[in-house]
């Protein structure tokens, strides 16, 4: 089963522009996680925002959350080229396991 | 700390042939993950595991077996490969449960 679906599929911005993602979800959760992954690497993971907190930041990544539309956003601020990737959410589905979305392919044009 | 590292990287095999994939972590981690990924399928949970000696179905178990004798490692095998399973395949590890995952470089499988 795909909890998260992200949207847009592919995203394709100019260097120094932002970049926003979305993820819907379908059941509660107790926090959702998002990931980037470079072509042809593994999952590293960016951030988690817990399901009581709404909005999270780490350098120029900046979560939100909103748990009564079962959505969340990643944006991405002054994107530079090394931003291209693809970009995963990923929700825990009871106690023990993760489901991760389809992802969005997100290339920065300089 | 090497983190998670997946042997091998890459493999062809025959429809019928059998491998096992090896994936092995030095974080202590007690929670590990096999994953596949395709073209435009995100990643679908293969097997898991919450500890040592255990192992648990995910979404897409069918034509895979696991075990995972020692902590630190968990093994992938597939018995009679077939082409649907061609296929990257990614291992985690994980410190909590649903907790944040750290992953492997991936093993890029080609069944012919």
């Known amino acids: 089963s795909q909890q998260g679906e992200e949207d847009p599929q592919a995203l394709s911005i100019q260097e120094g522009e932002n970049a926003t993602m979305n993820c819907s979800y379908k059941?509660?959760?107790?926090?959702l996680q998002w990931y980037r992954q470079n072509s042809g690497r593994g999952l590293v993971h960016l951030i988690l925002?817990?399901?009581?907190?709404r909005e999270k930041h780490s350098g120029r990544l900046r979560v939100t959350l909103d748990t009564s539309k079962k959505s969340s956003s990643l944006l991405i601020t002054a994107s530079r080229a090394a931003d291209t990737a693809s970009y995963f959410c990923?929700?825990?589905?009871?106690?023990?396991?993760?489901?991760f979305g389809q992802g969005t392919r997100l290339t920065i044009n300089p | 700390n090497a983190g998670v590292t997946q042997t091998p990287k890459f493999r062809v095999l025959k429809t019928g042939q059998s491998m096992t994939l090896l994936c092995a972590q030095d974080?202590?981690?007690?929670?590990m993950y096999w994953y596949r990924q395709d073209p435009g399928m995100g990643l679908r949970l293969i097997h898991y595991?919450?500890?040592?000696?255990?192992?648990a179905k995910g979404e897409v178990p069918d034509g895979y077996n696991v075990s995972r004798l020692k902590k630190q490692n968990f093994l992938l095998g597939l018995e009679s490969a077939a082409p649907s399973q061609t296929s990257v395949y990614f291992c985690?590890?994980?410190?909590?449960?649903?907790?944040?995952?750290?992953f492997g470089p991936g093993t890029r499988l080609t069944v012919t």
């Open positions: 925002i817990r399901s009581n907190e």
């Open positions: 990923a929700t825990d589905e009871g106690a023990q396991k993760l489901v």
């Open positions: 059941t509660s959760i107790n926090n």
């Open positions: 985690a590890s994980s410190p909590t449960p649903a907790g944040e995952q750290y």
């Open positions: 595991s919450v500890g040592e000696g255990t192992t």
């Open positions: 974080m202590n981690h007690e929670y």
